[in-house]
C-alpha cells in the first residue's frame, strides 16, 4: 500500500504513542531509563487537538507522525518527530518535517524551533537547523540536547524566467498505484458527479534560481493529481504548478472568486487560475504557463488581456503548490468588475465561480476558506 499523510484524530493517541516509545528506544537507552519515559511521555487526543498533528500510514497503519505548537504569531515549536524503527530511513522524518515547515509558513510563521534529541541534531543541522543552545540529557547523562532553531524564507517573490519542458516518462505515482487511483477518483465522483478525468500536468523536477523558474513536468490523469493531493503529497518530488491571474481593480481591491460547490475545491477562495494541461504545450515542447494563465482568465472571468495591464509576474511556493501569478490592473472599479464576472460564470456552461470576493486589506484574507498561497499572495501585494 503507498504512503499516505494525514491530519491526527482524536483516537490516534494509543498508536502515536506506541510510535513515539518504540522510536525513542531505538536509540538504545538503558531499560531503567525507558520506563520512567513511557511513564512520563504520552500522546493524549487533548495533545492532538492542541497541535498541528500530521500522520504518515502504510496500509491505514500509523508509522510515523509530527506535531508542531504555535508560540508566538511568526514561531511554531516542532514538539514532535518519530518514526517507527521499521520505517526509518526511507526519507519519511524528512518528508513529515517538510510539511511541518509548510504548514508553518501557511498559518504565517517565519521560524520553527526544536529541542533535538541528543543523537538527531546532525538530521536537523542537514536541513538548514542551527544550534542555539542547549540542556542536559536525562536519557545521556553528560550529553547535551541541542536547542535549535530555523528561519523560513519568504515564500512569495519576483519571477523573470520561465522555462518548463515536458518529460516523455509516465509518472511514477501513477503507474504504481493505478488500482487504487481507480478506486479514489470514483469515490470522488460519486460525491461530485461533475468531476472529469482529463489530462494534466504536474512539476516532478525544478529549480529556481536569480528569479527564472526551470523545470520539467510530467503529464497524468486528473484522477492520480486528485489521489495525490488527497493523499497529502506523500512526496517531495512532485509539485502542483499552475497559473494564477490576480486581478487588481481602479481602486487597489484584489478580486478573488469562490469556486462553485460542483468543483473538486468547492467553497475554497482563490485568483482565477488552474492546472495546466497538454494544451498549453507550445510548438517547441516548452510549457506556455503565461498562455495558460491568460486562457484561465477569460474562460473564468470573461476578461482578455485587452482589457488588462500586465504588472508584476510573481511565484507562491505553498508547501506542495507552486503558483505563477500575474497581476493584471483593470481602469475598473472592484465592485464593477465583480458584477461582470458573477454574470460570466453564471451564464457559462461550468459556471466555476460561485462569487467573487473583493479583498481590500490583509482582514479580507482571514476567511480559512482563503487557499493558503492566495493568502500570502495577497499580503505580499497589498503590503
Not at 92 to 120: F, H, M, P, Y
Amino acid at each position: 500500500m503507498p504512503l499516505k499523510l494525514r491530519a491526527a484524530h482524536a483516537d490516534d493517541a494509543p498508536a502515536l504513542t506506541q510510535i513515539m516509545h518504540d522510536a525513542k528506544a531505538s536509540w538504545g537507552y538503558p531499560e531503567d531509563l525507558m520506563c520512567q519515559w513511557r511513564e512520563q511521555w504520552q500522546i493524549t487526543s487533548d495533545m492532538i487537538t492542541e497541535q498541528e498533528m500530521i500522520v504518515a500510514e502504510d496500509a491505514g497503519h500509523a508509522i510515523a507522525f509530527s506535531g508542531l505548537k504555535q508560540n508566538t504569531p511568526q514561531s511554531v515549536t516542532l514538539e514532535y518527530l518519530y518514526v517507527s524503527p521499521g520505517a526509518q530511513k526511507k526519507g519519511i522524518g524528512t518528508l513529515l518535517l517538510q510539511r511541518s515547515e509548510d504548514r508553518a509558513r501557511q498559518i504565517g510563521c517565519d521560524k520553527v524551533t526544536l529541542r533535538s534529541e541528543v543523537n538527531a541534531g546532525g538530521f536537523y543541522e542537514q536541513r538548514q537547523y542551527k544550534t542555539v543552545g542547549q540542556e542536559p540529557s536525562k536519557m545521556a547523562p553528560g550529553r547535551f540536547m541541542p536547542l535549535m532553531e530555523k528561519t523560513l524564507a519568504g515564500n512569495v517573490v519576483q519571477i523573470s524566467e520561465i522555462t518548463l519542458s515536458v518529460s516523455s516518462k509516465p509518472w511514477a505515482f501513477e503507474t504504481g498505484n493505478a488500482t487504487e487511483i481507480s478506486a479514489h477518483f470514483a469515490e470522488q465522483q460519486r460525491r461530485i458527479p461533475e468531476l472529469w478525468n482529463g489530462r494534466t500536468l504536474k512539476l516532478t523536477s525544478h529549480s529556481f534560481d536569480n528569479g527564472a523558474l526551470t523545470g520539467v513536468c510530467t503529464e497524468c490523469s486528473y484522477a492520480a493529481f486528485l489521489t495525490w493531493r488527497d493523499w497529502g503529497a506523500p512526496d517531495l518530488t512532485t509539485f502542483n504548478l499552475f497559473g494564477s491571474a490576480v486581478i487588481r481593480s481602479s481602486d487597489g481591491a484584489l478580486l478573488y472568486g469562490v469556486m462553485s460547490a460542483h468543483t473538486a475545491t468547492a467553497g475554497q477562495i482563490y485568483p482565477p487560475g488552474g492546472n495546466l494541461d497538454p494544451a498549453d504545450v507550445g510548438p517547441t515542447g516548452l510549457i506556455d504557463i503565461r498562455g495558460a494563465i491568460a486562457r484561465e482568465l477569460e474562460e473564468e472571468t470573461g476578461l482578455r488581456l485587452n482589457d488588462l495591464v500586465p504588472d508584476d509576474l510573481l511565484i507562491v511556493f505553498d508547501g506542495a503548490r507552486i503558483s505563477v501569478a500575474q497581476v493584471f490592473d483593470s481602469d475598473r472599479s472592484a465592485e464593477a468588475l465583480r458584477h461582470d464576472i458573477i454574470a460570466h460564470s453564471m451564464a457559462s456552461d461550468e459556471k466555476e465561480l460561485a462569487d467573487i470576493r473583493i479583498i481590500r486589506s490583509g482582514q479580507d484574507l482571514t476567511d480559512p476558506k482563503v487557499a493558503s498561497y492566495a493568502r500570502a499572495l495577497g499580503n505580499h501585494i497589498l503590503r
